[in-house]
């Protein structure tokens, strides 16, 4: 739940923008009617060299990592030689600690007083381009991929790129993280594109729900929770190909918007607008020096391009 008495507006808009996919489906796009979901990819003609994953656990605080919380993360930092970091999502308090702004800085590498969605019931559009867009502008025949089951996200982003070709952008609004995980391990080979933004939100979900609070224990089994679904994920469809030379050399980018305080967030308390990164590396590749929210974008287009 993103502060939804906040998002009347944008829902307004995504009315509008949902009614043009349903036209459009209706039209016998195909993939687009499973339970009003929408998005598929086209089959990639190859694998790209290389590749980035942003993944967004939404709402994960940084005292949520943990061994116990998040033994696959966890380990997966250490076997790595990589440290986490803590970022300060807040811009130096500047920036609401708010899903909208927030994701919107990780998708565009910039703060939301460039790219104008202050809060979560912005109306839009994005005032500047996306790095989906900025990787089309330098590699034409690239593709990206964002997956999402929160509405509101997806239209914003989806707003900015109509006028990119489909079949270089994909877009899934899927119903939860449970269909998000499906859609990955069932498309993933198939999609292969050079940067893709999965958004996970059970452990936001379950911090409104309760608190975000590692101590909570419905927090705390979320925590869990996605911890073992990105340990699927990792394992059935980011582990390198058995076939020798068919793997990208990937980047994988593990980033939280916000933490929060009793059911909320949105201030600037340490407990809110400090959040948990870890990034790793391709085997043989230097680490990548993410320090704030707005480098996420900018390193991963660095490193495709
Ligand atoms: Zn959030």
């Given at each position: ?86 970022i300060d999502v807040s811009n130096g308090r500047t920036q609401q600690t708010l899903s909208a702004p927030g994701w919107v800085s990780v998708l565009t590498a910039t703060w939301a007083s460039a790219h104008g969605i202050v809060d979560n019931s912005s109306a839009g559009p994005i005032k500047v381009p996306t790095v989906f867009e900025r990787l089309?502008a ?14 509101p996200l997806?239209?914003w982003v989806?707003g900015r790129l ?35 933004f ?57 980033a939280?918007d ?15 607008r ?16 993410i320090s704030s929210l707005v480098d996420i974008g900018q390193v991963s287009l660095d490193?495709?391009?």
């Open positions: 739940m993103h502060d939804i008495e906040k998002t009347v507006g944008s829902v307004r808009n995504l009315n509008l923008w949902s009614g043009l996919l349903l036209a459009l489906c209706a039209i016998s796009l195909p993939g687009c009617s499973r339970n009003g979901e929408e998005g598929q990819c086209n089959a990639a003609p190859h694998m790209p060299a290389r590749q980035v994953v942003i993944m967004g656990i939404d709402g994960l605080r940084d005292d949520a990592v943990s061994p116990t919380l998040t033994p696959f993360l966890f380990h997966l930092a250490e076997s790595h030689g990589v440290a986490w970091r803590k089309h330098s590699k034409a025949d690239s593709r990206s991929v964002l997956m999402t089951s929160w509405k997806y239209g989806q109509r006028a990119l070709p489909q079949i270089h952008h994909a877009a899934f609004l899927r119903q939860d993280d449970a269909a998000i995980e499906q859609e990955v391990l069932t498309t993933w080979r198939t999609c292969q594109p050079e940067l893709a999965i958004h996970l939100d059970a452990v936001n979900k379950a911090g409104h729900a309760g608190a975000f609070d590692p101590s909570d224990p419905g927090y705390a089994a979320a925590v869990r929770e996605t911890d073992s679904r990105i340990g699927r994920l990792w394992e059935k469809a980011l582990a390198p190909s058995s076939v020798q030379g068919a793997a990208p050399q990937r980047l994988v980018i593990f939280s916000h933490g929060g305080v009793g059911n909320s967030h949105g201030r600037y308390s340490d407990a809110e400090w959040a948990p990164l870890l990034a790793i590396s391709p085997p043989g590749s230097a680490p990548v020096n490193f495709v391009q």
